[in-house]
T-cell receptor, first 115, second 111 residues
Framework: DAGVTQSPTHLIKTRGQHVTLRCSPI?????VSWYQQVLGQGPQFIFQ???????GRGNFPDRFSARQFPNYSSELNVNALLLGDSALYLC??????????????FGPGTRLTVL | QKEVEQNSGPLSVPEGAIASLNCTYS??????FFWYRQYSGKSPELIMF????GDKEDGRFTAQLNKASQYVSLLIRDSQPSDSATYLC???????????FGSGTQLTVLP
């Protein structure tokens, strides 16, 4: 079975631009979460979606938005890019959030560089 | 603010030794605990999860959980150079049961 897939792998943008990152979860998984990982730190939670509904949001500005599609794939959008948005963006999928033993599996990530 | 603390390291052990990685968390309501391994430039890879107090073994890896002390650890027996990576401790909590990560411990296994 295919794991979590993300596209693109790498992306270079300039300040002020916007970016769209894409994620497809593991087949059968209905929940997608997005995390941002800057160099030297652990991943930080941005969003979680389940059945196309937002289930949770981390401490990120409104420039960050996301959505989930009927096929459970997801997009993360970031507007008005800042230098500090340079990071590895990770998508994780799980079968059901909130269950006692849900486990999140990560995709390969998208490396975003803002110049 | 919910926090997960790990020794940043780096931690160096000789090949064949036991590597011990430690993690503490602040939220007593945390229910699930995870260890991820992350090679440089790659995404986190799940190693183990643990939900109940005590030990859980999987091959060379043993996770230990003590909810009273808010402490979780990972032991790697017979460490190999291929185990050299950053190890991330994560706990779940919040309405979305999102993962809260520590900053990771960098482990180097010396041949």
């Amino acid at each position: 079975d295919a794991g979590v897939t993300q596209s693109p792998t790498h992306l270079i943008k300039t300040r002020g631009q916007h970016v769209t990152l894409r994620c497809s979860p593991i087949s059968g998984h209905k929940s997608v979460s997005w995390y941002q990982q800057v160099l030297g730190q652990g991943p930080q939670f941005i969003f979680q979606y389940y059945e196309k509904e937002e289930r949770g949001r981390g401490n990120f500005p409104d420039r960050f938005s996301a959505r989930q599609f009927p096929n459970y794939s997801s997009e993360l959008n970031v507007n008005a890019l800042l230098l500090g948005d340079s990071a590895l963006y990770l998508c994780a999928s799980s079968s059901l959030p909130g269950g006692p033993q849900d486990t999140q599996y990560f995709g390969p990530g998208t490396r975003l560089t803002v110049l | 603010q919910k926090e997960v603390e790990q020794n940043s390291g780096p931690l160096s052990v000789p090949e064949g030794a036991i590597a011990s990685l430690n993690c503490t968390y602040s939220d007593r309501g945390s229910q699930s605990f995870f260890w991820y391994r992350q090679y440089s430039g790659k995404s986190p890879e799940l190693i183990m999860f643990i939900y109940s107090n005590g030990d859980k073994e999987d091959g060379r890896f043993t996770a230990q959980l003590n909810k009273a002390s808010q402490y979780v650890s990972l032991l790697i027996r017979d460490s190999q150079p291929s185990d050299s990576a950053t190890y991330l401790c994560a706990v779940t909590g919040g309405s979305a049961r999102q993962l809260t990560f520590g900053s990771g411990t960098q482990l180097t296994v010396l041949p």
